[in-house]
């Protein structure tokens, strides 16, 4: 089974970047797509990138220009550089993998907190 390590969350000012790295256990062969989600207090799970094989992105319309999603297949590891980064921008930060088979994985979660 293939386990997702997120690292890279902290406390930035706004305006602010951080960089969150997502490292999966093994091979990402049977990885189609990853991607990153958060979830601020009291709010759903929100969708923020993904990075699908064969190099399509797509990003939230929240992050675009400020957001940056890439991948890493030799190092089975997916970024998210997060620039001019804002209060709203507070949340634990997930990251995502489906597999070809169609089932999903979660990280464990690391906390983003934007200072203002």
């Known amino acids: 089974q293939v386990q997702l390590v997120e690292s890279g969350g902290g406390l930035v000012q706004a305006g602010g970047s951080l960089r969150l790295s997502c490292a999966a256990s093994r091979s990402t062969f049977r990885i189609n797509a990853m991607g990153w989600y958060r979830q601020a207090p009291g709010k759903q799970r929100e969708f923020i990138a993904t990075t699908i094989s064969g190099g399509t992105t797509r990003l939230a319309d929240s992050v675009k220009g400020r957001f940056t999603i890439s991948r890493d297949n030799a190092k089975n590891t997916v970024y998210l550089q997060m620039d001019s980064l804002k209060s709203e921008d507070t949340a634990v930060y997930y990251c995502?993998?489906?597999?070809?088979?169609?089932?999903?994985?979660w990280g464990q979660g690391t906390q983003v907190t934007v200072s203002s």
């Open positions: 995502n993998a489906v597999l070809f088979a169609g089932s999903q994985l």
